[in-house]
């Protein structure tokens, strides 16, 4: 083991971006799931001050339409 990997702060897991506030987070909340017509969907997060003033959406496997 080098100092270096005794005095490095560890690399951040989970880490995404407020669409409240715009600030990168380190505990991030789902708020909201946007399904795309190509290609996967996209996650919306918030920070754990800012969720519950988002307005929830929809999230993965919610808004399944029934085959006709």
Do not use: Y
């Not at 996650?43 to 808004?63: K, Q, R």
């Amino acid at each position: 083991m080098t100092i270096d990997g005794l005095t490095t702060p560890p690399p951040l897991g989970n880490v995404a971006v407020c669409v409240k506030c715009h600030c990168l987070t380190a505990t991030p909340v789902a708020v909201r799931h946007i399904e795309s017509t190509s290609g996967p969907g996209t996650t919306l997060w918030a920070c754990p001050e800012h969720a519950a003033s988002v307005a929830p959406g929809p999230m993965p496997g919610e808004l399944v339409w029934p085959r006709q």
